[in-house]
């Protein structure tokens, strides 16, 4: 098997750190440098409690010109994880993206970013195989209760709402569900927010607090009955393996896939 050259945004993170520790311990894989916002020049186990030697580069141009990586995976924040997978496709780095955050607009655009550039990307908003496994479960479920809430509940560091994960959900049970509103007709919120967000009709109910990781539980509601899909995540190794099958499998792409969902049976 060929190795495959990766490049780390975020090493120093909570999903960081455990992709330091997948592309280490990974035959096929090789780590050619990681990008983060200090630390220039120094090696990783330098800067931070790391076994890894790898450089750290805090200009993006710069490490994809000396290392040279195929992949880039990218665990930052909305924001960065943006410009990072930008930046990567403009240098033929094919971006393997876990960063959420991202709106309609920015997938819009990447999406074609990357068919000019003619190589693979992958936008994963969950890389677990039982959070897609949840997701497609309710995407089966919506066909048969159309009345359906997400609670998705996150640990109290997480800067977006609703979660990647969430969002992704309710676009799912929308492809397979009419726009519906749900609840009285003249519900009011007497404390704004009660209701949560609405994707077509969709509540989203957004969780934070301390002690949880990730999670999320969606509900449905018919006749005499309800239907509770739940998926937990209670450690980041959880999406180790789907980061490890993204980085494979974008090696073979030359479009954009958004959701892990894509790429599994
Ligand atoms: N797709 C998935 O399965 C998962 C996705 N996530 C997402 O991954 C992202 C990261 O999550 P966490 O690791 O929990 O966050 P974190 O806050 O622990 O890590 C983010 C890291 O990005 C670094 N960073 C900030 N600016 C940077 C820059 N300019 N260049 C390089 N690095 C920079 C920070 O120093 C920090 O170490 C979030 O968007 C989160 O929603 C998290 C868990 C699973
Ligand atoms: O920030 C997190 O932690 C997570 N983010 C992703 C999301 O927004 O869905 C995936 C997972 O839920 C953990």
Do not use: W
């Not at 410009?83 to 074609?112: C, M, N, Q, W």
């Not at 997480?158 to 519900?187: C, F, W, Y």
């Not at 967000?197 to 607090?209: F, K």
């Not at 005499?224 to 180790?240: E, K, P, V, W, Y």
Request: glycine residues 10%.
């Amino acid at each position: 098997m060929e190795t495959i050259k990766i490049v780390i945004a975020g090493p120093r993170g909570r999903m960081g750190r455990e992709a330091v520790k997948l592309v280490e311990e990974t035959a096929h894989f090789s780590l050619a440098g990681v990008i983060d916002h200090k630390y220039e020049g120094q090696k990783l186990s330098e800067a931070d409690d790391f076994n890894s030697d790898a450089i750290i580069y805090t200009d993006i141009e710069k490490c994809f010109s000396e290392t040279k990586p195929d992949v880039l995976i990218d665990l930052t924040t909305p924001e960065i994880g943006k410009i990072h997978t930008k930046k990567a496709l403009e240098y033929g780095v094919r971006p393997v993206v876990g960063t959420t955050g991202f709106s309609e607009a920015d997938l819009k655009e990447l999406e074609e970013l990357t068919e000019n550039r003619g190589i693979g990307a992958i936008i994963a908003p969950n890389f677990a195989i039982g959070a897609i496994l949840m997701m497609k479960f309710s995407q089966m479920a919506a066909k048969y209760f159309s009345d359906v809430e997400i609670l998705e509940m996150h640990h109290d560091q997480k800067l977006d709402a609703p979660s990647g994960t969430g969002l992704k959900t309710a676009e799912m049970i929308s492809m397979v569900r009419e726009a519906k509103e749900q609840g009285h007709p003249n519900e009011e919120e007497t404390l704004k927010g009660a209701r949560g967000a609405n994707y077509q009709g969709i509540h989203v109910h957004s969780i934070r607090l301390p002690g949880l990781v990730a999670h999320q539980e969606v509900l449905f509601g018919g006749d005499g009955q309800t239907l509770s899909i739940r998926h937990d995540s209670f450690n980041r190794a959880s999406f180790m393996s789907g980061v490890k099958l993204c980085v494979e499998q974008v090696m073979k792409l030359d479009v954009l896939v958004y959701g892990l969902e894509n790429l599994i049976d």
